[in-house]
């Protein structure tokens, strides 16, 4: 970087800085209530939904969601130590109990549907991961896409939309493709395992989920890259709460800024004391305002990487490569890297 | 009704007289024990000859397809058995857990067959019980209700519901048996309505709704909510087994205690309750091991019972083939508490001579 470059961003940065105001957070905002409180409740499972909220053999919870759980901790209190509570609640529970205030957030893999959104009065964040509906095939038929999979057989469950996007998607990339429909979902996976199809197409990682106890091996056994149709996953925070909801968005945002800025738990504390750009100093907190107005401390971001770490090392670590499930992340990369994910302006 | 002192001795005798009396019967006969035999190996085979036992073998055990894997209820059992609970204390919850057995089976014992001693034996367990699981105390880190599982949670759940239910359903049917027709129409119609929901929607309104209707200072924790609406549903269910044991006493008994010039309270105390409950016992029983089943509903509204830290202890990507195991483990632990619930009702009616009167 340039010497005058540096001295112009600095420059600006001062400015911005002294015009830095303390957010003004609504009185009855969850944020409020949680920050006073001095733990986060957040949504857990009852029982375990693979890669995103298990158990492990001490008790404890670990997974994708669990971790946004963390970071969200971690960003308001500094750590998650003490101040975040995993409430174990079932699919069902999960709106009401947000309503009553028996957790502050839903990060439950849950989708953006319009009713949900709209009649159930939830705000959804950003989504944070794409459930992709891809074709596992097995490795020897040396496919690399569906168009690859022509003149063989395609099983699916029977009567769901992804029997009908899939043969949408088939349709339009006029791929020859024969499909087989099951209404049980054993049965489904159990003839693929068979043999009886070349390609299955399910929710992405209940596909790596189910890949692990292949009879011949995990290994055996590619996700195509094929994107037949698609769920978006947020975060849900009671409607009309923009406080809290910014908090949802802006810790997402700092993950993904943080990977496209190479900061990792690892070497946080190494860029914090020698930030590359002014950008990155006021997204740890070297120079004020990133964290001022949200109500949050300026250091939020800081605590959160250093706690679990960027968006990558979250993914690679419950369900990319770093897990048993070596789900390719695809879709769900930084924009620069295929997928469709992007951080926000840090001004 | 069978005569339990009825027992058929296994002679040679009898044998060829019930099992090989004519050559079509000892054809059937041989045929079915060759297949159970059959089937008892394989069985056999699976759960001993072929499993795999120790600890954390799991990769061993994915490549091995026929024989179970113990090796899973070996490493993963502590979840099962005390769910979330933190793990450095779950010595706590399993005290808590013997405390509670040993407290069931003294109350078991006729020596506490009294107004007094049992009532006392049930507190004094209950409150040893939930000192140390919840802590706070002596020195007890506090846990939270929230992070109760597995079998403590489940044997908590029942015991509470049983202490609860139990008392307000003699209340239920000595209201519903009242001579004043309004309350007697009133309570009648009450269990009807709460008998005609299901069990799932009475914890679900419990544990999610109620806090929207109630005053702050009386919302409690989820779990003590959803106790109190399962105590209700036991009770209404349990009024009517009771209500059933008073109607099938002669009327005469209580014009007799009448003409003696006993009290309401002695009436129904001495004479009606004590009969009522001798003919009820064998729905009861029923009713008690309806109750400890139904207790892994509780998994819906986010509690880690025994079937969902059994869920949870499967649900990695280690251990995810090993649902079977699980499952298996799970359904012993409860086979072991409902078998002994109806021993020892059959055990009571022995006792009691409910069969022959």
């Known amino acids: ?347 | 009704m069978t005569d339990l002192s009825m027992q058929h001795t296994l002679s040679f005798k009898t044998v060829k007289k019930h099992y090989f009396a004519t050559p079509l019967n000892s054809a059937i006969t041989v045929l079915l024990a060759v297949f159970t035999a059959w089937v008892l190996w394989g069985l056999f085979n699976w759960a001993f000859l072929d499993a795999i036992w120790g600890y954390g073998k799991n990769e061993e055990c994915r490549t091995h397809e026929d024989g179970a894997c113990w090796s899973f209820v070996a490493t993963r059992w502590r979840i099962v058995l005390f769910g979330l609970y933190p793990f450095e204390e779950q010595w706590r919850s399993a005290l808590a857990c013997i405390v509670m057995l040993v407290v069931a089976i003294l109350s078991c014992v006729p020596v506490f067959w009294s107004a007094k001693r049992l009532p006392t034996l049930w507190v004094i367990g209950f409150a040893t019980f939930y000192i140390l699981m919840r802590g706070g105390v002596l020195g007890l880190t506090p846990v939270v209700e929230r992070d109760w599982g597995g079998l403590s949670l489940t044997v908590f759940i029942f015991a509470a519901v049983c202490l609860l239910g139990m008392p307000l359903s003699i209340i239920f049917a000595l209201l519903r048996r009242s001579e004043m027709p309004w309350i007697a129409r009133t309570m009648a119609l009450v269990i009807d309505v709460i008998r005609s929901l299901p069990l799932l929607s009475i914890m679900f309104t419990f544990a999610i709704v109620l806090p929207f209707v109630l005053p702050d200072w009386a919302i409690g924790d989820k779990l003590y909510r959803v106790i109190i609406g399962y105590a209700i549903f036991f009770a209404c269910y349990q009024a009517e087994i009771i209500r059933g044991g008073m109607q099938a006493l002669p009327a005469g008994q209580e014009e007799a205690a009448k003409a003696l010039g006993m009290g309401y309270w002695n009436r129904v105390g001495y004479v009606v309750l004590p009969q009522a409950f001798r003919n009820a016992l064998p729905p009861t029983i029923n009713q008690f091991v309806i109750t400890f089943k139904e207790t892994s509903l509780v998994t819906i509204i986010g509690f880690f019972d025994i079937l969902a830290s059994g869920r949870a202890a499967a649900g990695t990507a280690d251990w995810s083939f090993a649902t079977i195991e699980m499952y298996v483990f799970v359904g012993l632990i409860f086979f072991v508490f409902v078998f002994s619930l109806s021993r020892y009702g059959a055990y009571l009616e022995h006792r009691l001579n409910v069969g022959s009167r």
């Open chain 1, 1 to 347: 970087m340039k010497f005058s470059r540096v001295i112009a961003s600095s420059a600006m940065a001062l400015i911005a800085a002294s015009q830095v105001a303390h957010a003004q957070v609504a009185e009855g905002s969850r944020l409020n209530t949680v920050l006073e409180r001095g733990s986060l409740l957040c949504s857990g499972h009852n029982g375990s939904f693979l890669g995103f909220a298990e158990v492990d053999d001490q008790g404890n919870w670990r997974g994708v969601d669990i971790d946004l759980c963390k970071a969200l901790a971690a960003g308001l209190f500094g750590t998650s130590e003490g101040n975040l509570e995993i409430v174990p609640i079932s699919w069902a529970q999960r709106w009401p109990s947000l309503q009553s205030g028996d957790i502050d957030v839903v990060i439950k893999v849950s989708g953006w549907t319009q009713s949900r959104d709209t009649e159930l009065n939830l705000a959804y964040s950003r989504p944070y991961f794409i459930g992709a509906f891809q074709t596992m095939a097995r490795v020897d038929l040396g496919a690399n896409s569906m168009a690859d999979l022509a003149g063989g057989t395609i099983c699916v469950a029977a009567g769901t939309s992804t029997e009908r996007a899939t043969a949408t998607y088939l349709d339009t990339h006029k791929i020859d493709a024969e499909m087989l429909t099951f209404e049980n979902g054993d049965e489904l996976r159990n003839s693929y395992y068979e043999g009886r199809c070349d390609g299955l197409v399910e929710w992405a990682p209940s596909l790596a989920a189910g890949r692990v106890d292949a009879p011949d091996g995990a290994d055996a056994h590619a996700i195509l890259s094929d994107v037949i149709a698609l769920e978006a996953e947020g975060i849900i925070v009671p409607e009309g709460d923009p406080d809290w909801l910014d908090v949802q968005n802006w810790m997402l945002s700092s993950l993904w800024f943080a990977e496209m800025e190479g900061i990792t738990s690892e070497n946080v504390d190494e860029v914090r004391a020698n930030p590359p750009s002014a950008t990155v100093g006021t997204f740890l907190g070297v120079n004020p305002g990133y964290g001022a107005r949200l109500g949050l401390p300026d250091d939020w971001a800081y605590n959160m990487i250093k706690e679990v770490g960027n968006f990558a090392e979250i993914y690679e670590r419950n369900i990319g490569s770093g897990s048993p499930y070596n789900l390719p992340r695809g879709i769900n990369n930084l924009y620069n890297a295929g997928g469709v994910f992007y951080p926000m302006i840090i001004d």
